[in-house]
């Protein structure tokens, strides 16, 4: 299970949180290190000198432009967050978490990412909403700011502990073998571009007053742990919208010109 989960890191802004980050990676056996526009030095002095013998995962890190690019190929996103959002997530405590992992990296092209927001601001509410879930350190309240690889540090114990125990959890996300692999993060958000450019052209959806709508509806794909199958029906569906809307319109020309 480890070797399939990845942590993100968006916009750093401290080269030793990069190695820091790396050293607690590397104290739990994980190995996989995305950086997304990170705002400092990635593979400078500082950065090596905190990962401690953690070097070989700040030099192997990958540097993304975009969240949407770093996780393009995972099946399984959770946002680290501390701040309460207007729009409820589901949420998971960090036991939580850990626990579910095993099932959500079982199938064959299961892919998992834990992100972390930037040092200063964390998360944005886009980029939250392009998570399955949301997990929460529940620190002490009158002192909650968490050092970044702490963090990091909590929510990699919490995993690894789990993978230790994997082998008594259900193998499916669904306690059943399915008969499709999950559909990918990349194939979730190709769909919510094709949707969301349907209920416009529907009058459906108005870009201009969204009312939440377009957060509310990937909310509710998010966490129908949708497959590669179904994906393909609801892209089908929209393109079968999409084509009887075409003719209906060349339809309303001719008879308007007729």
């Known amino acids: 299970m480890l ?15 990069i190695g820091g980050t790396a050293r607690a990676m590397h104290n739990m056996g994980l190995a996989d290190l995305a950086l997304v526009a990170p705002r400092c030095e990635v593979y400078g002095s500082e950065s090596h000198a905190r990962a401690s013998g953690a070097d070989a995962l700040v030099s192997s890190a990958r540097v993304h432009a975009s969240l949407e690019e770093a996780v393009s190929d995972c099946t399984f996103v959770v946002g680290a967050s501390a701040r309460v959002r207007h729009l409820p997530w589901p949420m998971l405590t960090p036991r939580a978490l850990g626990e579910r992992l095993p099932r959500e990296c079982t199938p064959e092209n299961a892919r998992a990412a834990l992100v972390f927001g930037r040092e200063d601001s964390g998360m944005t509410n886009g980029e939250l909403q392009r998570c399955h879930a949301h997990v929460h350190i529940p620190t002490n309240p009158d002192f909650s700011s968490l050092n970044l690889a702490a963090a990091v540090q909590v929510l990699a114990y919490e995993c690894r502990l789990a993978a230790l125990g994997a082998d008594d959890a259900p193998d499916m996300p669904f306690g059943v073998e399915w008969d499709n692999p999950p559909a990918t993060h990349d194939d979730l958000e190709r769909f919510f571009e094709h949707l969301e450019r349907t209920l416009i052209d529907i009058d459906f959806h108005d870009p201009d007053n969204p009312r939440q709508l377009m957060a509310r509806l990937r909310r ?3 966490r129908s742990h949708i497959d590669s199958m179904e994906m393909n029906i609801l892209r089908g569906i929209l393109g079968a919208v999409n084509k009887q809307r075409r003719a209906s319109s060349r339809q309303e020309y001719h008879d308007g010109n007729g």
Do not use: A, C, E, W
Request: net charge positive; glycine share 12%.
């Open 220 to 222: 509710l794909f998010m």
């Open 3 to 17: 070797d399939k989960l990845r942590i993100v890191l968006i916009g750093t802004s401290h080269p030793g949180n």
